[in-house]
């Protein structure tokens, strides 16, 4: 008699169960274990291995530069002397935090979005981010002023908001040292997204597909695409270090997403020295500055190219961006307010 098995969608629902089932032990042997340690700092983020997506690169750049000051940061528990932490976003467990938060432990929460803007549909992702927030939080960093006043028009207001701007790793993101001119050449526009949301620009970059000038220009896309692009040239995504090696060789980065709040892609870019044709959207414009030239809709996108290639060492002077260390002091002096 033959055995029988359950269906694959039975396994993975009971699998779950049991991970569930077992979390809430699991957090209680942490909470004993962790009662005669401490560190400078706790992080609350579900990190994902790279590559990945931009939260996740700035939380290791901005991990990175508080241990190289000898911080000590510990992940998804709050030891008994750590009295500060940190939590990101809805990318970590609300339970778990839950039940480490303390009394004498400042809570910051790092927010992004608002979702339902930044993914294009509303599933209650935001109203979660409020709860938690107004349950635990001291203070609300967002990434954008754009953010801030979003999360405002539409009622979500968090406690006690400032305004931080990612940052990249400098060891991994900046400026060749020698650009190839772009005489007797065709410029080379990049795009970059881990996401395959087609809110990351599927609109502009089919467009492009079919009508940029391909004697005058290539472009390339790095990651997922958000649409099937037949003439582009895409790769496939790339760890950061490699990544940084396309953007040095490229011209004229395109920041084509929607409702994007604090483009890590985009700020990845500009380190790296790429004036920027970015669509009018999201935070974009005040990332960018007078570093490029924004745009409303895909068939205003070769006129940007062309003024920009024009205006290449202009737009490359202006470029500013805060830098690591920067940022990583305005949090610093958030967590320990």
Sequence with gaps: ?????????????????????????????????????????????DDAPAPSGGGNQFLRALVGELEARGLTVERNRISGSTHACLFNSFNFDFRRLRRFARDDV????????????????????????????????SATVFQSQWSLERHGELGLELRLPAVIHNAVDPA???????REPLEDRRVRLVATSWSSNPRKGADVLTWLDRHLDYERFELVFVGRPPARLDRARVIAPLDSHALAEVLRHSDVYLAAS???????????????????????????PELVGEAGL?????????????????????RRNAISLPSLTTVADRYLEILRS
Excluded: Q, W
């Excluded at 942490?30 to 009662?35: F, G, H, Y």
């Excluded at 991994?172 to 020698?178: D, N, R, V």
């Excluded at 709040?261 to 009018?280: D, I, T, V």
């Excluded at 895909?298 to 024009?310: F, G, H, I, Q, Y």
């Design 172 to 178: 991994i993101f900046h400026p060749p040292e020698l």
């Design 258 to 284: 929607r409702d994007d709040p604090c483009s890590n892609a985009l700020l990845e870019a500009l380190a790296c020295g790429l004036p920027a044709a970015f669509l009018r959207s999201g935070g974009h």
């Design 1 to 45: 008699m033959a055995l029988r098995t359950k269906p694959r969608a039975a396994l993975v629902h009971a699998r779950a169960l049991s991970r569930r089932a077992v979390a809430p032990l699991r957090t209680e042997l942490d909470r004993l274990a962790s009662r005669d340690d401490g560190a400078d700092l706790a992080l609350f983020h």
């Design 294 to 314: 924004g745009f409303d809709r895909p068939e205003e996108v070769p006129d940007v190219l062309e003024r920009l290639t024009a205006e290449v060492e202009e």
């Design 106 to 137: 400042r809570l910051v929460h790092r927010v992004d979005g608002p979702i339902a803007a930044y993914r294009g549909y509303e599933d209650g992702t935001d109203r979660r981010i409020l709860r938690i927030n107004h349950e635990l939080a």
